[in-house]
């Protein structure tokens, strides 16, 4: 049992030394980057074709292929990035000091470019069919509304993903199930309302390459309130953040 302990203590230095080693950020950018890239072209590229073969997809499948994309990504590259994929959760982290702010910048940079990226690919691809699959209030409801259900779907979210990384409640891979089952779960009942984008990095690139930013302020103010409010439930439910390995693990990656 000795021996084990100070296998598992060795082991636990080793990570953070791995963190902390700057040879390895250019992975962690990458993986962020190349995460973000999957999900918008599943998220943008479902509604795209969707609208260009007359709605044969459906909404369901629509919101259900980022949500089994995010699962897929968390599964294959959370131990390289901890697969955040999208600001509002990296600001999250930093907040509950289970990620450091310096590295904040880089992660939400590598996020905006591999959404820009994938809003080009599926442009070249599929073209520039609705919008590009641009997150805008749906019919019928007001920019208010829309941001009242991001602000409340993000909530949600980041208070699973945060739940699921912490060392009372660490599920391990099957944290990745949680987040996207939730996606999923939200995007059916929110999509209508706001598309349920709960990403101001999923937001922006179609938009941007749409020329459809008129609204981009709700998915830049809603998400990130919403992850502010879902900080401030973690501290009540599970206290001050910042002495949790497991969630530093997987705020960080391991490798």
Known sequence: MQVEHLALSAHQRAEVRDFWNPQHEFRRLFAELLGTYLLVVTAVGAGAVDHRVHGVIGVGAEVTAPALMVTAI??????????????????AFALRRDFPWSRVPGYVIAQFVGSILASVTVGLVVGLQGGLGATRPGPGFSSVQALAVEVIVTFGLVSVVLGAASGA????????V???SYIALAGLWGGPVSGASMNPARSFGPGLLGGDLQFFWVYAVGPMAGAILAVGAARILRGPGGADAAAERAAGGSL
């Open 178 to 180: 949680a987040a996207g």
């Open 74 to 91: 968390i599964l294959s590259m959370g131990t390289v990035s901890g697969a955040h994929l999208n600001p509002a959760v990296t600001v």
């Open 169 to 176: 409640q660490n599920i391990g891979p099957l944290a990745a």
